[in-house]
């Protein structure tokens, strides 16, 4: 028979013991969401993404032939100097519509690494800079650029005359008389072409550049139709809503729900990945690692670029009448922290592809958020960062987050093939 003492030991022994093993091996639990963090969490779902709304400034962007007319450009690696650099070569539809590769690739290397069109209709500024405001004119620009596509607006008018005649004059009007266009001409690129251009009238450049614009336009209306799906996560957050725990508890682990709790908590995320898109479409200075000769300025740079594009919003190449552009207009005295500063990638992935940042800075997931942890001094500019002091248990489980949020492209999937393939 035991002593008084010892049932008195053993009943306060035991229940520690349970206790202790309790914590050491059974995985933690993400504490309840609060009013506040269900606010958040809706306010991150792809439930509460606004339609698309129509794009002022091309009058196309919704039609099914612009679709695909744009697929079709999209595809076709004759829009190129040397015949074999498409918008897919960079853009490549299984890998979340960019590339793995450290700088894109065309003719040459670019500057900086392969963003994804995915989501990108509903941007407002578009490169990592931001030099350009509107979806087509961001296709535009690397199909002159030199390490790009490489070719050039003659080059282009011609190849849809001789190959898109019927389905481009559908949609936009009679293409102009080439008879006495050069094979090259264009303000920018090849010396060859910069100055063919300059032998031709005015009227002349304005139809080729008109051209142009066009083919971008039909461009952007295929790149309008390449969603984000639906991700784990935003089954999670409609579970949530419909009061479902167990429902919610299934979609996500413990670990991935100790990492959405960082996410809009401790690690500050949400300061700038907060829209239904995990990103606010701004621009910051995050520390990123430069060498000592590259020396980016990032939106420095892109603020400039957006008043010297030629076909920036109130352009004459515009659809809009009415060429408000109050974001282009009252650019600068929003700007901010602007040196150094670059574009807040969108989180929503097909999956999480490296190397990562801008500049490749970073080869893993891992090495990025430890970045974020650390928050490393600026090279150039001023970081917005603060360390987190995040241990190494809580970067995996932010980590582990983030692959809740990887789906399937939203796209008809005739969208994502090559039309040239089976030719």
Not at 350 to 357: D, H, S
Request: net charge neutral; charged share 20%.
């Amino acid at each position: 028979m035991l002593k008084p003492r010892t049932v008195l030991l053993t009943s306060f022994l035991i229940p520690l013991l349970l206790g202790i093993l309790t914590f050491l091996f059974v995985p933690p639990q993400a504490a309840a969401w609060n009013d506040t963090d269900l606010k958040t969490l809706y306010a991150l779902s792809l439930s509460n993404l606004p339609p698309l709304a129509p794009d002022a400034s091309n009058r196309v962007a919704d039609d099914p032939r612009a679709v695909a007319l744009g697929q079709s450009f999209f595809f076709d690696a004759r829009l190129s100097a040397n015949g074999q650099v498409s918008c897919a070569a960079c853009h490549l539809p299984a890998l979340n519509f960019q590339d793995a590769r450290a700088r894109g690739r065309g003719i040459a290397d670019t500057r900086r690494r392969t963003q994804s069109i995915l989501g990108t209709a509903y941007q407002h500024w578009f490169f990592w800079d931001g030099r350009r405001d509107s979806q087509w004119s961001q296709a535009l620009t690397p199909l002159e650029h030199l390490n790009e596509h490489g070719g050039d607006r003659a080059q282009y008018a011609h190849l849809l005359a001789e190959n898109y005649r019927a389905a481009y004059e559908a949609l936009f009007g009679a293409l102009p008389n080439l008879e006495n266009i050069p094979a090259h001409a264009a303000p920018n690129g090849a010396d060859t072409a910069r100055a063919a251009w300059t032998r031709l009238d005015a009227t002349q450049r304005q139809a080729l550049s008109r051209v142009y614009a066009n083919l971008g336009k039909a461009l952007a209306a295929y790149e309008r139709k390449i969603l984000p799906g639906r991700a784990r996560f935003d089954a999670y957050v409609d579970a949530l809503k419909q009061n479902d725990t167990a429902r919610a508890n299934a979609l996500l682990t413990s670990d991935e729900r100790v990492g959405l709790k960082l996410f809009i908590g401790k690690a500050n995320c949400v300061r700038c990945h907060n829209t239904p898109l995990f990103s606010d479409d701004e621009f910051h200075n995050t520390g990123v690692p430069q060498t000592e000769t590259e020396q980016d300025l990032g939106r420095a740079e892109g603020t400039v670029g957006n008043f010297e594009d030629e076909f920036k919003c109130w352009s004459e190449y515009s659809d809009d009448d009415e060429r408000a552009c109050p974001a282009l207009r009252y650019m600068h005295a929003r700007a901010g922290n602007i040196v150094g500063a670059f574009k807040t990638p969108s989180l929503r992935k097909t999956q999480f592809i490296a190397p990562f940042m801008h500049n490749a800075a970073y080869d893993s997931l891992p090495a990025v958020l430890e970045h974020y942890n650390r928050a490393p001094a600026a090279m150039i500019g001023q970081t917005e960062l603060k360390p987190l002091n995040l241990s190494a248990a809580e970067l995996k489980q932010l980590e582990a987050f983030l692959q809740t949020l990887t789906a399937p492209v939203n796209a008809p999937p005739e969208l994502l093939q090559d039309p040239f393939a089976a030719k």
